[in-house]
């Protein structure tokens, strides 16, 4: 983990620097592409409302150290603004809604607010099946072999694999060559019946279906073997703005 924060810290030191270059290239702040980008991230559990947070956050890195999955990220130049604060790629990897929540505890600034005490706290976002065609349940085609390869090189990019990581990647490999149910089966909160369920889908497979108890962890996202995977989580929605309001950023 050391490791990845040093590398993380290179990266926004490097990125700060060729920032501030373009900027006096640019001519001022105010022509920096590099502060344009306004994309929305999913920020760990407990994170404030987008502006507060980004107001907030010391960019200290103490939130990522303390996660046990190497979840968190730092965000550098090339991701837009909010240079150097944490998130969350869930494709690379989700949050796994530990039970103590160590990244909230660990935050010093009230970035991510201490309200956030349980995985029931957390609302990251919401889970959504945008690519049903990629997803191999619904045309009742198995797990394929080696369909975890790329948590397993995940993992083997961290020095600091813990029993958690291992235990998980282990669970993950078993799906191998059965009918696909890893979203709903590998989904970390302690009442994942409340967040996803498989239901019959019309084409004679199967497919996930979202519920209100989903906490946008991004889990399901990262795990998923489809080709480039089926789901993704919208940060920042409840299930409510998405599947009710029809709220789609
Ligand atoms: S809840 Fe756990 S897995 Fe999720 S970001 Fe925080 S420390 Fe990491
Ligand atoms: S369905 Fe489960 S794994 Fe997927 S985002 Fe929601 S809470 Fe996380
Ligand atoms: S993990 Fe879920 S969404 Fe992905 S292929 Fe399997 S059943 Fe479909």
New binding site residues.
Partial sequence: MAKTVKTQRRDFIKYSTLGAFGLALAGGVGLSPYLLGDETRLRPPGAVEEDDFLALCVKCGQCLQVCPYHSIKLADFGKGHGVGTPYIDARER?CY?CSAVPCVLACPSGALDHSCEKPEDIKM???VLEFPQRCIAITNTPVPKGHSQRIHDFLKDQRNVTELELENVKKLDAFEGKQCTI??D????PN?LS??AMVPDSKGGKR?E?YD?????????ELCPANEGA?V?KPRLSYEDYYVKGKKS
């Fill in positions: 989700g809604a976002g919401i889970a979203c709903a590998m989904c970390p909160i994942p967040a996803i996930p979202f108890g989903c906490i946008g962890c991004g889990a399901c996202e789901i989580i």
